[in-house]
C-alpha cells in the first residue's frame, strides 16, 4: 500500500521519458525533411 504511489511515479516517468524521446525524434525527422524540401524548392527555383 506504501509502494503503490512509487510505482505510479515511477510508472508515469518512464512513459513521459519515453514519450519525450518519441517526440523529440519525431520532431528531428520532420525538421530535417522541412529543411530538406526548403533545400529543394530554393535550389529549383534559383
Known sequence: M???P???R???S?????Y???SSSVWS???MNL???SLIRSSGTG
Open 2 to 4: 506504501f509502494l503503490s
Open 6 to 8: 512509487w510505482k505510479k
Open 10 to 12: 515511477i510508472l508515469s
Open 14 to 18: 518512464g512513459s513521459l521519458v519515453s
Open 20 to 22: 519525450l524521446r518519441f
Open 29 to 31: 525527422k520532420n525538421s
Open 35 to 37: 529543411s530538406m524540401v
